[in-house]
């Protein structure tokens, strides 16, 4: 599913999915693992399983995005709507550098659209390709 992950890092996203697990974030933000594709169109939206908030809305525009093992960011945990998706590789080096708050940021303004991986998380953060040692000046 990742080929950049550690035997590690899966084993953490397989601990995520079956201890249905979710991350809270700044504001009302929440952090969740989707758990199947966004099929089914209710009310309007398009819906798919995640951990922790059973089921979440996926706008038609992030539809193609919604795949098992994609970090979802949702707006809120009571209205769970996708603002974004992050590849777990992504979501586990903004955890990581602390640059959670960028992500929503990024996600509020528009600026990270659809799905993102560490690449394009980089390159929004400002980080050198080579050198991680923090944002290029």
Do not use: N
């Not at 504001?27 to 979440?56: C, E, I, Y």
């Amino acid at each position: 599913m990742y080929p950049s992950c550690t035997r590690r890092e899966l084993d953490e996203l397989a601990s995520s999915i079956e201890g249905d697990k979710f991350w809270r974030a700044r504001g009302d933000f929440v952090f969740a693992v989707a758990l199947t594709r966004a099929r089914s169109l209710h009310g309007g939206s398009w819906v798919a399983r995640a951990t922790g908030v059973r089921v979440m809305r996926v706008p038609e525009g992030l539809r193609p995005f919604c795949r098992k093992g994609r970090v979802a960011l949702l707006a809120s945990e009571k209205e769970p709507v996708v603002s974004l998706f992050l590849g777990w590789p992504a979501f586990l080096w903004a955890m990581r550098k602390e640059e959670v708050a960028a992500v929503i940021e990024g996600a509020s303004t528009g600026r990270l659209r659809g799905y993102v991986g560490v690449p394009a998380l980089k390159e929004y953060l400002g980080y050198r390709q080579e050198g991680l040692a923090g944002p290029s000046g």
